[in-house]
Every structure is written in C-alpha cells, then in structure tokens.
C-alpha cells in the first residue's frame, strides 16, 4: 500500500477519532524599495492592519501560495522570494490555531487593495501602526531585528 492511510466507515457505535490539526498559513513581507512594506487592513476579524497572506490550498506549494496571496491582497508581483521564519503560537490567530510561514520579498508594480484588503498603505519599519493584527507585530519585530543584524 506505499504507506497510503487508508478510510474506512466506523461501525456503528464505534467511536470515531477526529484528528485535529493546525491549519497552514503563509505571510509575505512585501518589501517597496526605497519606502517601506506593504501593509493591508483587514475586512474581516480579527481588524486591524496586516502583512499580507492567507491560507494555503491543498495541493499548493508555500511559494505558490505567498505569490497568489500577494497578488490576490495587493496586486503585486514579487521579486527576490525568501523563506525567513515559521510562527507556531496556538494563540497567535484569535480564530483558531495556525502555523505561519513567513517569506520577504521586493514587490513590483501598482499596489492596491484588493480581495479581503480593505485598504493598502506603505509604512517604513519604524513607524508601523498599533493595531497589529494577529502576531504581526512581533514578525515585524523579528524582520526589523534580522535586517539590523544582517542575517
């Protein structure tokens, strides 16, 4: 069987296992040269402004998934993809938990809201807004870390 899992119906009466696992998530830190990232804010909760993501689809790949989730949110095309970090916090998305992978990347084009973005804005890493959503601030933190660093 090559090690396929393999369904079956429960008996009646049987008690059925119901696995629960994290759902998987990608976050992109779109950089704009010259000016700042791309942030969006939310449309839907949790509110607030965000680095731009969503889930990914069955079948999608991580880098697929950062690119169709940043043109989806922003209407741009991205330059220079890199893997910087994974964010596991059960809590850290008040709707259940997530696992996020992280990626930066140099957007190119005309950003603009788009899809569940309610609006777009370009902010320099040291004058980010308050009302972060979901763990971002502390993303954004590590990001900011990581470039004063040079790592």
């Known amino acids: 069987m090559g090690g396929a899992a393999q369904e079956r119906r429960p008996k009646r009466g049987e008690a059925v ?8 998530t990608v976050d992109i830190i779109i950089e ?6 791309i942030l969006i804010e939310r449309t ?4 607030g402004w ?13 880098e697929s ?5 940043a043109r989806e949110e922003t209407g741009m095309d991205l330059v220079d993809l890199r893997q910087f970090h994974a964010y596991s916090d059960p809590k850290r998305d008040p709707r259940g938990h997530t696992v996020s992978v992280v990626f930066t990347a140099i957007g190119r084009g005309v950003p603009h809201a788009a899809d569940d973005a309610k609006n ?8 980010l807004p308050n009302d972060l959503a979901f763990d971002h601030a502390l993303i954004l933190s590590d990001y ?3 470039l004063e660093s040079g790592i």
Do not use: C, K
């Open 144 to 146: 900011s870390e990581s």
């Open 50 to 62: 965000a680095i731009p993501g969503g889930f990914v689809d069955y079948g999608e790949t991580l």
């Open 17 to 24: 296992r119901v696995h629960r696992n994290p759902l998987l």
């Open 65 to 69: 998934a950062a690119v169709r989730e």
């Open 44 to 47: 839907n909760p949790p509110f």
């Open 120 to 127: 777009l804005q370009i902010y320099p890493l040291d004058r």
């Open 32 to 37: 704009v040269p010259g000016e700042g990232i």
